[in-house]
């Protein structure tokens, strides 16, 4: 399984997706970055409402604790101001964006497709599709996260101490992501639940990437 999820990062490199090509070149804009900022927020209120279902959809006390860790570091481990929607808000005023302008946001195309889709993955599909698909996603963010600093602290449009949202998640996320995986991971050996896995982290996959891509 980590050949497989190795080989399937090789093959689709952040760093030469068209958003993260422009950031790290130096060809995006403070304004338009700032937009796509924005619209991700509702990305990021969202994640955890389909872990609360997924985790009721396992048998296994032992999974069921995995998914809830999870959704305790979203929520700030029980301390409501570090929750993720909060942290990536102060993140956004201290790029710059006045509240009124969160406020005013609209929903983007993009995001509600990226949310739908996780929801009705984790509804409709077998349950070894949405856990794949949940590894990915975490495993891409955190690969996201650390070019995103990076680049920011490159262009001087933030200090290190106003990264913080990121900065968590380019490690947090790794962990994430390994524990999903680590659900799934004796089924790997089963042809017939190999196949469901793989559908899972190409859909994580592909629906991180071409969120990012579509936002731009």
């Given at each position: ?16 997706q068209?958003?993260?090509?422009m ?53 700030g ?123 899972g ?15 731009l």
């Amino acid at each position: 399984m980590n050949h497989y999820i190795e080989k399937l990062k090789i093959g689709t490199p952040i760093n030469k997706q068209p958003f993260f090509e422009m950031l790290v070149d130096g060809k995006l804009s403070l304004g338009k970055f700032q937009e796509i900022q924005i619209d991700f927020l509702d990305a990021v209120l969202f994640f955890s409402r389909p872990m609360f279902i997924l985790a009721s959809k396992l048998d296994s006390f032992e999974q069921r604790q995995i998914i809830i860790n999870n959704i305790l570091d979203e929520h700030g481990n029980g301390d409501l101001k570090n929750h993720h929607g909060n942290t990536f808000k102060e993140y956004l005023f201290d790029l710059g964006i006045e509240k009124s302008k969160l406020l005013q946001r609209k929903p983007h195309d993009a995001v509600i497709n990226f949310n739908q889709t996780i929801m009705e993955t984790v509804k409709n599909r077998d349950i070894l599709v949405s856990i794949a698909m949940f590894g990915m996603i975490e495993d891409r963010y955190a690969e996201m996260s650390k070019i995103l600093v990076q680049s920011v602290l490159d262009q001087g449009w933030l200090q290190k101490d106003n990264v913080a949202h990121y900065t968590l998640h380019k490690e947090l996320d790794i962990h994430h992501a390994l524990s999903f995986y680590n659900i799934i991971r004796s089924n790997w050996e089963q042809p017939k639940s190999s196949e469901k896995i793989k559908k899972g982290l190409l859909l994580g996959n592909s629906l991180i990437i071409d969120l990012y891509n579509s936002l731009l």
